[in-house]
């Protein structure tokens, strides 16, 4: 309902709408109109209210609230339902504890700040107030586990056709990163929860930096992390349009994986890859594994990389790989 009241006001483009109007489209009454009028005001909407006149849009937040979001979006799964939160401790927190007690497939959760992000293997990520795009997807998908890692490849590659709208040029290092200048800009971190040959869900977690000036970051993330601001000469970019385009993308690589597997989102990954052709050392994702050097020649068709060694090839289905 918030949504279409944020609509009417900006239709109206600066002028009064009255509560009548606003009642008679909802189907509510004007009382309730009042009070989603309040609702909005606390998220940070301006809006001024005059007598016989009605309300008038004056200025709408810079926050990624689904009544914002969910505006002209194009989707048709993902982003059906959104939970907004000013604060978490991890998106994919909350995203696990919604999926598990049945949020349908596709549900966004969104939060302005994370006060415990999550990288791989319970690493950090940084997660600034207003900064960034912090969020989860919860996704119900037709596929087998084995598949399920190239769900972390069909989010890069989501990602780095939206923000390639924008004309943001990211390359994407396999298997989960978002680069600029060899530095991350984008962080995703995927968790399933299944039965041996059954998934019941799974949660992709994104964090999109944004408008993050270079000395904002904490000291030690300055040689290894970048934002999108940065790429565009420092000019404070809008979260809610990149976060639109991410869905968009989202939902329709999501769609395409239900319906034909994964072959597009291969093809795609190559083309925004910089891992291919690359010297790279690799370290196991297990505990005490080993850890190698070689050239990255592919990735196979379950999305795992092949790196060429002295000793032939060898295919790396998890594990940390770093472009020297
Ligand atoms: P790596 O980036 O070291 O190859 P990874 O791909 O597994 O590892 P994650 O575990 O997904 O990375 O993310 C955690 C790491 O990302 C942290 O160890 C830190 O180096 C870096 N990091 C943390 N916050 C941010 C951020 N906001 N932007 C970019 N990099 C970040």
Redesign the pocket.
């Known amino acids: 309902m918030r949504k279409t009241i944020v609509e009417m006001l900006k239709r109206a483009g600066g002028d009064f709408v009255s509560g009548e109007s606003i009642a008679g489209e909802l189907k509510i009454s004007r009382t309730a109109v009042w009070k989603h009028i309040q609702k909005l005001r606390d998220n940070g909407y301006e809006i001024l209210s005059r007598e016989r006149c009605g309300y008038k849009l004056k200025d709408a937040p810079d926050l990624l609230l689904p009544s914002e979001i969910q505006i002209g979006l194009d989707t048709q799964v993902v982003g059906a339902e959104m939970h907004y939160q000013p604060s978490v401790d991890s998106t994919n927190h909350i995203a696990k504890a919604l999926a598990y007690h049945g949020a349908p497939d596709g549900t966004i959760v969104v939060a302005e700040e994370q006060t415990f992000g999550k ?3 319970e ?5 600034p107030r207003g900064k960034g795009i912090w969020f989860s997807v919860v996704l119900r998908p037709k596929i087998l586990p084995k598949d399920a890692p190239q769900l972390t490849l069909m989010a890069a590659v989501a990602i780095a056709e939206a923000l390639n709208r924008f004309n943001l040029k990211l390359g994407i290092k396999w298997p ?2 978002l680069l600029f200048d060899g530095r ?1 800009v984008v ?1 995703i ?1 995927t968790e399933m929860t299944g039965e041996i040959g059954r998934i019941t869900y799974v949660v992709v977690g994104v ?1 999109i ?1 944004v408008n993050i000036a270079r000395d904002e970051f904490p000291e030690e ?1 300055r040689p ?2 970048a934002s999108l601001s940065e790429m565009s000469g420092d000019e404070e970019l809008s979260r809610v349009k990149i976060f639109r385009a991410v869905l968009e993308e989202f939902d329709k690589l999501y769609r395409e994986v239900n319906e034909n597997g994964f072959g597009e989102i291969l093809r795609l990954w190559r083309k925004h890859n910089v891992t291919l052709g690359k010297k790279v050392r690799v370290i196991s994702a297990v505990e005490g594994g080993e850890n190698f050097g070689g050239t990255a020649v592919d990735i196979n068709e379950d999305g795992a990389l092949v790196v060429e060694t002295t000793d032939g090839k060898r295919t790396v289905y998890a594990g ?1 790989v770093s472009i020297r």
């Open positions: 990288g791989r293997r690493r950090n990520f940084y997660s989960n990163d991350k962080g971190l964090g930096n993330l290894v992390a940390d």
